[in-house]
């Protein structure tokens, strides 16, 4: 079965830096893009970054936090990584770690289908 689980999130000062990270199995890791999402109680879940097999051909990155966090990808590994710096108070939230359909890209209309249970990220001061 597919599955994803992330780890990395933990407590972080405003200004600091954390990595989250994405494990995954049971499908075929080069087919789908995978991304990462946001959730704050009582809201919606935020695409915050996907990326696919293209790696920076098929990119994207949230506006509230492009220049501060990257996402990367590493095949062999089954790997997807979301690096955040320069943290701010309002990055708090479980982070998921997200693929899409198979054959999907960033820029597609694919439907994010398979989730991991989320990894805690805690700002403080």
């Known amino acids: 079965q597919v599955q994803l689980v992330e780890s990395g999130g933990a407590l972080v000062r405003p200004g600091g830096s954390l990595r989250l990270s994405c494990a995954t199995s049971g499908f075929t890791f080069d087919d789908y893009a995978i991304g990462w999402f946001r959730q704050v109680p009582g809201q919606a879940r935020e695409e915050i970054s996907c990326i696919s097999n293209a790696g920076t051909d098929d990119l994207r990155i949230a506006d509230s936090v492009k220049g501060r966090f990257t996402t990367s990808r590493d095949s062999a590994e089954r790997m997807v990584y979301l690096q955040m710096n320069n943290v701010k108070p309002e990055d708090a939230g479980k982070y998921y770690c997200?693929?899409?359909?198979?054959?999907?890209?960033?820029?597609?209309?694919?439907?994010?289908?398979?989730w991991g249970r989320g990894t805690q990220v805690t700002v403080f001061s």
């Open positions: 997200v693929a899409k359909t198979y054959g999907s890209s960033c820029y597609d209309q694919s439907k994010w289908t398979f």
